[in-house]
């Protein structure tokens, strides 16, 4: 792999240093054109919603904003960049956790569609503005992830209304004065079998039934979340997206029909599927230890991917001008943390002090989650558009860290 786009890797290294995130432009809106293309073929009524907490870089927010995608947001900050990017507020979504007023207040001033996590989240939404349209993130009971940590529904998690509450939650919305509702749910992240999307929003629009229909009202949306997956070893095969969109329209027809919801829009919050195989960090070999096993030791430790160390994520290592794979290898970063670890046995040519290695995949839940862990300094980005790298962020420097800290 000797470029990213049509620029020389090396290139990119010498003039902006490493570690330092690329972002391939092209990948991008490929990715959102086959997501959107498939859905479109199937279910017209569709709105695709960028995760911003995959990547929240306001250049990579304009980019989506220009491919007439809408955003899902998180947090308050989230909202902001939204909106400086220019998204349609009709095209935003909040969908947050265990809010607290503050964020409450925020997200209702922004006049965005909410998705509520839990019933004493909307308690205390109404006193501060009565919506005109909510959601319930509903916990269907069942969740699947590409790791532990990402499941994000069952018994186990944290998120979501418990569908045994979801009629209680609805009658309260409606009790309440609202008159316009959507439906939500999340089961998990990185998911790559099609027939798991239909179960779970079968079993999603069995619950949305059950409610509305007792209590004489229709859903204007059904939000399906994310969970699009992506392969992250070459033994992995892509996610079938036109066979994911064939297999949920068609539950969504039938349950809709079932049920009386005449034709919901559609919604969906993918991320990791927009951007993750766009991004890619470039990282220097610093040094190479023979100990109890091989150590290759790069400038890009867990403050700058923490996907390996938090969840035991896998990513792909290339390097730099070499293919002839020789050797397994223990890849490491600086941080003085033993679970700094990039890759554990992995199969990577003869490796040398001074050369570049590439990890794959990490547009998504790379940078949005870095630190300054061990006081190391975050990195640049640079986004390859129209054959040109541009510079999206400066690297971070110790002024910028200084510069929040009181000094009296």
Do not use: W
Request: charged share 25%; with cysteine.
């Amino acid at each position: 792999m000797e470029k990213i786009g049509k620029i020389d890797i090396k290139y990119l290294a010498e003039n902006f240093g490493t570690p330092l995130y690329v972002y391939d432009y092209d990948i991008i809106k490929n990715n959102y054109q086959r997501l959107k293309s498939a859905f479109d073929k199937y279910y017209p009524k569709n709105t695709i919603h960028y995760s911003v907490k995959a990547n929240s870089n306001l250049n990579i927010l304009k980019v989506f904003k220009d491919l007439d995608c809408g955003a899902d947001c998180s947090s308050p900050f989230e909202l902001f960049l939204a909106d400086k990017a220019g998204f349609d507020k009709n095209k935003i979504l909040y969908t947050g956790n265990y809010e607290s007023i503050e964020d409450l207040k925020v997200a209702a001033n922004f006049n965005v569609k909410i998705n509520i996590d839990d019933i004493n989240s909307f308690k205390r939404l109404i006193k501060i503005k009565h919506p005109e349209i909510i959601s319930f993130r509903i916990n269907p009971g069942i969740g699947r992830g590409g790791f532990e940590g990402i499941v994000t529904a069952g018994s186990d998690a944290k998120f979501g209304v418990p569908y045994e509450q979801a009629f209680e939650a609805y009658k309260l919305a409606l009790d309440s004065g609202v008159k316009r509702f959507g439906i939500h749910m999340m089961t998990g992240s990185n998911n790559l079998e099609p027939y798991y999307f239909a179960e779970v929003v079968d079993k999603l629009l069995t619950i949305a039934g059950n409610i509305f229909t007792k209590l004489k009202i229709a859903p204007e949306y059904i939000d399906i979340g994310g969970g699009f997956g992506i392969p992250y070893d070459d033994d992995e095969e892509e996610l079938n997206i036109e066979e994911t969109a064939r297999l949920v329209s068609e539950v969504l027809i039938e349950k809709s029909k079932k049920y009386h919801f005449d034709e919901p829009e559609l919604k969906m919050e993918p991320g990791r599927y927009l951007i993750g195989n766009a991004g890619y960090l470039i990282s220097k070999v610093t040094g190479i230890k023979n100990s109890y096993k091989r150590f290759i030791g790069i400038d890009a430790g867990m403050n700058v991917l923490i996907r390996p160390a938090l969840y035991g994520a896998r990513h792909r290592i290339k390097i730099y001008g070499k293919n002839d794979r020789k050797n397994f290898y223990y890849v490491c970063g600086q941080i003085c943390e033993n679970s700094d670890i990039m890759a554990s046995h992995i199969y990577l040519p003869e490796v040398e002090e001074g050369d570049l290695a590439i990890i794959l995949d990490v547009g998504a839940y790379g940078f949005s989650m870095s630190s300054n862990y061990n006081n190391r300094l975050r990195p640049a980005e640079i986004l390859i558009k129209d054959e040109k790298a541009h510079l999206i962020r400066a690297r971070e420097t110790y002024e910028d860290i200084l510069r929040l800290m009181n000094l009296d």
